[in-house]
């Protein structure tokens, strides 16, 4: 009997989603017995049911059932079955030669269609991206070429600051300074106006028009308004508050009384919870001129007080302002009390009766209320004595000679000029001069350059009248004799331009006047325009009446 090894090799056809196997059905079984010689024995020999399945797990068939024949078959019928079991057996060792056909064969191949597709996008992928790459390096070379263009040009990159000042108010040595001390990248531009009354006029237009162009007062950084100005400022809302000034070095350095001056509410009132408006840059204060040589020559007490004005010596020998606080506030300091006074009635003698009989003897005193021209009156000899605001009596002065200044004894009025910022963000526009983006981010180094000690020297020097707000409750030495280049001293008792310290502190700043005060004002006014108090138009009828007196009071108290 021959031995012949059985083989064990399960089958594999790899699928898409799962494999075929087809195990041998006889596994555990090592050999396979064929007879030798017997072919009785080849006859008893069954070839086994093979089943497939496609699962992992396939069902075996049951072993062959070997059954001896009890008598032996005729030969022909011997040798058909041994033929038979021959074919079986041929059958088997074929069914067995591919299985180890399948299971030594490489797995089939892919379908060809899908990768071609896929190298032919690929293909086409890599040329769309080298033409990408093509187009970016020429972007990137024109884009070099270009900044090496503007590398070899020389640009000017300043920083501008627009201001707005009152013509004369700003010694040009500051101009000179500041711009030194910046550099060459700041771009400064200075347009001075004739009055504090036209700025504020222009900064108003453009909220009446509804446009703003680059020349407007509102198109520049920061504008000069006087204090007088200040309430009328906020409630048009021509002027916007200083953002962030508690951290700024120059408002530490202003005294309480600035503080308390400068913080305003909406309304334009005097409120310590409110914001800051404006920061100070100069100030003076009301004084009364006098020619001396007239004076010695009539033999005629030099003037000290506000009662000097109505000496009966002086009568129609007086040229003072026209306005109606500086007025009125006169007659209140002639009767011992405060310009700032809230009820006339209850905190003055006498009531508005006593001021209203002031004011009219006054009147009578005064030869020309206006002004525009009561210094020229002043000038050419035609009076005496002249009441105003340092500011305008002090170069007049000094033009003129045998003329003494002083600030009365009692006190005096307080004026200050303010650095402020336009509110031109209320207005949509494209352009607007140095305002495109914004105030300048030079506006606090310029405040705090004007706020420096060393900026007191002009008017120390008296080249700009007025005093530095550092000075408003500390004086500083006087400046030596080297730095007035000879000029000769004012004569009077002004101390480096400002009242001497034992008078400021008797001065005050107008504050804005309550409803009752306005009342006040408003009565005492048209009482003195009644026939025969003959307070302006009897006497220069010609240069300002009673009703330009009033209308500009009007307009300054709205």
Known sequence: MALLPQTRHSLSLCSPRYPYHFPNPYYHNPFLIIPATSTKSLSSFHAPTISFSAHPTTSRASPPSRTASASSPPPQTQLLKAFAGLAASAVLFLCFGVRLCLASSPPPPLPAGPTVVQEEQTVQDDQDGRKQDDKETTVDRELEEAFNTWKSKSFALTVPLK????RGSIPPSWIKDFI???????KFNVKYYASLESIFSDLTIPFTKGKIGPASALAADIVGIGDSWLKSAITKAIIEPIRDVEDQEWFKSLNDKWKVYLRRNSEGEIDPKGDIWAAPYRWGCMVIAYKTNKFQEHKLAPVEDWADLWRPDLAGRISMVDSPREVVGAVLKYMGTSYNTIDINAEVNGGRDAVKHNLALLAKQVRLFDSSNYLKAFGVGDVWV?????SDIIPAAKRLSDVAVVVPKSG??????????????RIETNRIGGRVRGPSPLIHQWIEFCLQSAR?????????????PSHLQVHSANVPVELT??????????????????????????????????????????SIQEPGHGLIHKMYHNIISVA???????SKLT
């Open 163 to 166: 201001v707005v000042a009152l």
């Open 180 to 186: 030194n001390c910046q550099g060459r990248r700041m």
């Open 386 to 390: 002249a009441v105003g605001w340092s």
């Open 412 to 425: 005096a009025s307080l004026w200050a000029d303010l650095w402020a910022i336009p509110a031109a963000s």
């Open 456 to 468: 007191a020297l002009p008017f120390k020097q008296e080249v700009i009248p007025g005093a530095s």
């Open 485 to 526: 280049n000879g000029r000769p001293k004012l004569k009077g008792n002004l101390v480096d331009g400002a009242p001497p310290p034992d008078i400021l502190e008797r001065c005050e700043f107008l504050e804005p006047l309550s409803n009752s005060s306005l009342s006040d004002y408003h009565w005492l006014i048209t």
């Open 548 to 554: 330009k007196f009033s209308g500009w009071f009007n």
